[in-house]
């Protein structure tokens, strides 16, 4: 360190150093601009308002709320609260509207299915799929295939209760277990199986009783899918003469499904989302192609 | 930069050596003359039609705002008088800046940087600013004495009265910026009862600071230092633009009216510069011009206004400072005439392309549709086979109706075979199958419409299928290209 009574003028820019050298260079002791200084002290005075006014310091339980009472919680919920009620002229509207007369207000439909896009995004694209197609057990809501019906009726009254859920006024139905629980024997259910198989355009194996199945569906069947195979909604037995089966088209899959049936649940949503959003939702479903 | 240090700046030179020299303040002189009155006319009308021009009415109909000229970014609109421009042909914009880029060069190619001094906002302003300040503190002399007065009320009160008029001609400037997004008289009302949206007192502070700071503080720093055009002009110049300049050929040697007058009856050579520094002194950002064509340059006239005046006091031909080219400096020494080719390759291929341009734009203008369609497939599941068999592919089929009133439209798949059919949803008229598709004015629908084909129909995985929209009143007709997806059926 240079002797801070005896500062060192550098010879060309007559600046004075600042003592320190390195290698033979020195530091010019230019100081910060003043404009730069200022705004600095600025910061640290804004620094401690701001301490004062909004919450800042931890503590061991808690921390310093500051006077201003600002919360960030409390602004994310009035801000939703502000997004409801600025929807709640439509939402309102699309409750008091009965879901027939929906479709003839082109704003409110466009809030409905605008509406009933980002819950289905929300709450059942994990199971339906994105664009509502489906998988291999949840069924696809493009086509036309509705085990329970799928009119904006039927939809809506499904989207409420849900099927097979805990709701008191769910939609219940459910395939017997042929054969866990031993109501036919394996060469029946091989019977049965290709029956079915043979009238939807599948092939039957070969040396199976077809005769003997057609009876055992008769005696077994009919009653809930009908004589004809063409389903009953009211108990929700799908169609068997549909293109699509919820459990996969193949004899394999008939055979499983009369061996040991899958019962899918579908969730009732009355009470986890508001009313109009049901009905928005029954809209939206409902564009996707609709259905009897 | 080279402004004129040595005669000017010598009483400022510090005592100890700086690397830094700090900006030396210019203060220009009030002028005259020909160059002078066109820069007010240019400053009247530019600012004229700036300040003035949100509050001309135009009127569309009921429906549709009546300012003429308007940039509704609420409902993502654009009104030029009979012009309405949406959001997907905001491409006009390109044409736009196309042409004013071309005509940056036009100008440049002729007269140099012409825009920079008769019609840059920065010049505009600026030159306001210049005004105001010479109407509270005086002309040249008496602005350089008030700045080196001590602190007096005098003074103070000189200064406060203009930066008043200079925030005033500021905020007049930011709220006339927000009044082209918004209807002008309502907005003003707004702006008086403190009503007006956030952002419209957010952009005033803005363009007043920016004003204020660029035009009252900056100025001829912006056009030295800030602005990119002196340079890339200096790129684009040639010999044969017109430009500020000296005739040193006759103006030199310069000496004072008596030392020249003595050397010229003595039969020495003397110039007509008589070496009284006007054209110094008027410059607005305080180029010495005799010292050649140089970056600070910005062309506006001033210094050949204030020479004409000298010359014509002192009974010499005006002309010693003029627009003149670089050749013809050259062509003078050689003892030829000068020539002004304005009309050469450059200035034709500019003009050529601002013309076509400005046909391509013109055409397109008038030849654009005033419906539009646009159709997305869906992507999950690209197609749905039903209970039939039946394959059917679903769309989000979006109309455009441009026109100030509600339109129909008749929705016509072509591709598919003829069994197809097509269905919107929510649309319950149909024509012939083909569903009838009302929207209202100056607005776009979006519907979904599901195409489905009987499944005893052979069809290739992919179909490609046109949807063509035609108007029931004009017959007008728009179409869009999609594909119909099938599933891949031995």
């Known amino acids: ?292 | 930069m080279s402004t004129d240090t040595e005669t000017h700046q010598a009483g400022q030179a510090g005592q100890t050596e700086t690397w830094f020299e700090a900006a030396k303040k210019i203060y220009p002189m009030a002028t005259h003359g020909k160059f002078r009155r066109i820069k007010w006319g240019l400053l009247f009308l530019t600012l004229g039609i700036y300040y003035f021009l949100p509050f001309i009415r135009y009127d569309r109909g009921p429906d549709a705002p009546s300012q003429a000229v308007l940039v509704d970014m609420e409902n993502r609109r654009a009104y030029f008088f009979f012009i309405e421009i949406w959001p997907q042909e905001v491409y006009y914009l390109t044409g736009l800046l196309i042409i004013a880029a071309v005509a940056l060069f036009l100008m440049n190619a002729v007269a140099g940087r012409i825009w920079c001094g008769y019609l840059c906002p920065q010049t505009v302003w600026t030159d306001l600013f210049l005004w105001v300040e010479r109407k509270v503190e005086g002309d040249r002399r008496e602005r350089m004495a008030l700045d080196k007065e001590p602190l007096s009320f005098g003074k103070v009160r000189k200064r406060i009265t203009k930066h008043f008029f200079w925030l005033m001609i500021a905020w007049w400037t930011g709220g006339a910026w927000v009044l082209y997004f918004n209807d002008a008289p309502t907005l003003v009302w707004q702006l008086l009862t403190f009503q007006a949206p956030m952002v419209a007192y957010v952009w005033i502070a803005i363009l007043t600071s920016t004003t204020y700071l660029l035009a009252g503080f900056m100025r001829e720093q912006v056009c030295i230092y800030m602005c990119p055009w002196p340079r890339i002009q200096a790129a684009l110049t040639d010999e044969k633009a017109l430009n500020v300049t000296y005739l040193w050929d006759r103006g030199e040697p310069r000496g004072s009216l008596k030392q020249n007058r003595k050397l010229a009856e003595q039969g020495m050579p003397a110039g007509d510069c008589i070496d009284c520094y006007q054209c110094f002194q008027v410059c607005p950002t305080g180029v010495d011009i005799r010292k050649g064509m140089q970056l600070d340059c910005i062309q506006c006239g001033l210094c050949i206004d204030a020479c004409d005046n000298v010359m014509t006091k002192i009974g010499k031909p005006t002309g010693l400072i003029g627009y003149d080219t670089d050749e013809n400096i050259q062509r003078r020494i050689e003892g030829k005439e000068p020539v002004y080719e304005i009309v050469r390759p450059r200035t034709i291929i500019y003009a050529a392309v601002i013309v076509l341009v400005g046909a391509i734009m013109l055409f397109t203008l008038l030849n654009r549709d005033f419906a539009d369609i646009s159709v997305l497939h869906d992507r999950n599941p690209v197609f749905v086979e039903l209970s039939d068999g039946s394959v059917r592919n679903g769309y989000t089929v979006r109309l455009s109706n441009k026109r100030l009133h509600s339109r129909s439209f008749m929705l016509h798949v072509e591709g598919m075979p003829p069994n197809t059919s097509v269905e919107a949803i929510g649309v319950d008229t149909s024509f012939a199958g083909r569903p009838i598709l009302e929207v209202g004015p100056d607005t776009t629908r979006e519907v979904r419409v599901l195409v489905t084909s009987p499944g005893w129909e052979k069809l290739p995985p992919s179909t490609p299928v046109t949807f063509r929209i035609t108007e029931s009143v004009m017959g007008e007709v728009v179409t869009a290209k999609d594909t119909f997806k099938a599933p891949d059926r031995p």
């Open chain 1, 1 to 292: 360190m240079a002797d801070i009574h005896n500062k060192e003028i550098d010879q060309v820019s007559g600046v004075e150093t600042t003592g320190h050298e390195w290698d033979g260079l020195k530091e010019l002791n230019n100081p910060l601009p003043k404009w730069w200084l200022y705004l600095f002290y600025v910061t640290i005075v804004w620094a401690v308002i701001y301490w004062v006014l909004y919450p800042s310091w931890p503590l061991i339980s808690s921390y310093t709320t500051g006077i201003l009472g600002a919360n960030q919680r409390a602004e994310a919920i009035a801000a939703y609260e502000e997004v409801i009620a600025g929807r709640s002229e439509f939402a309102d509207k699309v409750v008091a509207t009965p879901l027939e007369d929906i479709g003839k207000d082109q704003q409110l439909l466009q809030f409905a299915l605008a509406n009933g896009q980002a819950a289905f995004g929300d709450n059942c694209a994990p199971c339906h799929g994105g664009g509502g197609a489906g998988s291999e057990g949840y069924p696809n809501l493009q086509d036309d295939t509705w085990i329970w019906g799928g009119t904006l009726e039927d939809i809506h009254t499904s989207l409420q209760y849900g099927i097979r859920s805990d709701h008191d006024e769910a939609r219940f139905g459910e395939m017997p277990a042929f054969g866990r629980d031993e109501l036919l024997t394996g060469e029946e259910i091989d019977q049965v199986a290709n029956f079915v198989a043979s009238r939807v355009g599948l092939t039957a194996e070969e040396g199976v009783d077809l005769a003997a199945g057609q009876t055992l569906y008769a005696d077994n069947c009919a009653a809930c899918h009908g004589e004809s195979l063409e389903g009953i909604q009211e108990v929700g037995a799908p169609s068997l003469m549909s293109a699509n089966y919820l459990y996969g088209k193949s004899l394999a899959d008939i055979k499983a499904q009369i061996d040991t049936p899958r019962n899918g649940v579908m969730p009732a949503w009355a009470g986890r989302l508001d009313p109009a959003t049901i009905k928005s939702l029954t809209l939206y479903v409902h564009s996707f192609g609709g259905g009897i």
